[in-house]
């Protein structure tokens, strides 16, 4: 059952983060949402990973696989929010969901056997990135433009977050999961935050601060409802939290009137399928 809730609280989650940034992400321009989001992750991964202590096996390779973490998440972070300014969120969040997918070729890439099952499940992703990737008919050729870049950037997205997930999983296996998620916090504070903040560059409205600090609470309580899931029950948690593509698709219906044509719809829907067999599969 926990891993049930975990997996389902993580997407939960993670949708709600991916939701709240499609619109603070049109307030400001991506690189001040991130940074702020980053610090409220801090404010609250610091706490917590202070009062762990600083862990026995933090070495030179697990701090090197921390940086990498956080680099990928916050680089994901970016190109994912540049995505839905001009992007749909029905669109957008479900190619970037195949970050696991990612993730599973790396570890191929790494030496890790891939089953042929995975190997089927990964073409099926392929195919259904590159059926999202056909604009509707009837649309001018600036629309059509704004959605091939949207499609690209969520694929850059997926590249990004994947290479953090494998980054993640190494460092994980040796430090405690505050440790893990405050990696992205503080990268992201250090070198984005701070350096936008003394070039002048920060950028905060009124309107965007509720969804802020909303985006940076669900990323970080996403990633500790499935760490907590994953405990009890890998397969089940990581499966279920593969499922953020579809809830936010969901959403940009329900709370943005989003609707895609049949040919993207028939596109997302063989990612997310892919996606929820990779997950099962690899975990």
């Known amino acids: 059952m926990i891993a049930v809730l975990g997996g389902l609280g993580a997407a939960a989650a993670w949708a709600i983060s991916t939701l709240c940034s499609s619109r603070s992400s049109r307030i400001l ?28 096996r933090l070495n030179s390779a697990s ?21 839905l300014r001009i ?32 190997g089927a499940a990964l073409g099926l992703a392929a ?20 959605h091939l870049e949207s499609v690209l950037l969520a694929a850059a997205a997926a ?34 935050l701070v350096p936008l903040a003394l070039a002048g560059r920060l950028r905060l409205a009124r309107s965007a601060v509720p969804l802020i600090v909303a985006s940076g609470l669900c990323e970080v309580a996403g990633f500790f409802a499935y760490t907590a899931g994953a405990r009890h029950g890998i397969a089940i948690a990581a499966v279920l939290a593969s499922q953020v593509g579809a809830l936010a698709a969901v959403g940009g219906y329900l709370l943005f009137g989003e609707r895609l044509g049949r040919v ?17 599969l690899q975990a």
Do not use: K
Not at 30 to 42: Q, Y
Not at 63 to 82: E, H, P, Q
Not at 127 to 143: M, T
Not at 159 to 181: H, I, K
């Open 127 to 146: 195919l259904g990135l590159c059926v999202a990737a056909i604009p509707r008919g009837g649309l001018e050729r600036a629309r059509r433009t704004r």
């Open 159 to 192: 590249l990004a977050f994947g290479t953090s997930l494998y980054a993640t999983a190494r460092a994980g296996a040796e430090l405690p999961s505050a440790w893990v998620v405050l990696a992205a916090r503080a990268v992201g504070t250090g070198a984005l």
């Open 87 to 118: 992007g749909q969120v029905a669109l957008v969040a479900p190619l970037v969901s195949t970050e696991g997918a990612v993730a599973a070729i790396i570890a191929v890439g790494a030496g890790e056997a891939l089953r042929p099952a995975v």
């Open 29 to 56: 321009d991506p690189p001040s949402v991130v940074a702020w989001m980053m610090l409220v992750g801090l404010a609250v991964c610091a706490p917590l990973a202070a009062a762990g202590g600083v862990p026995a």
């Open 264 to 280: 993207q719809l028939a596109g997302v829907t063989t990612v997310l399928v892919a996606v929820a067999l990779i997950s099962g």
């Open 63 to 83: 701090a090197g696989w921390l940086v990498l973490s956080g680099a990928g998440n916050v680089g994901g972070l970016m190109i994912t929010y540049r995505a």
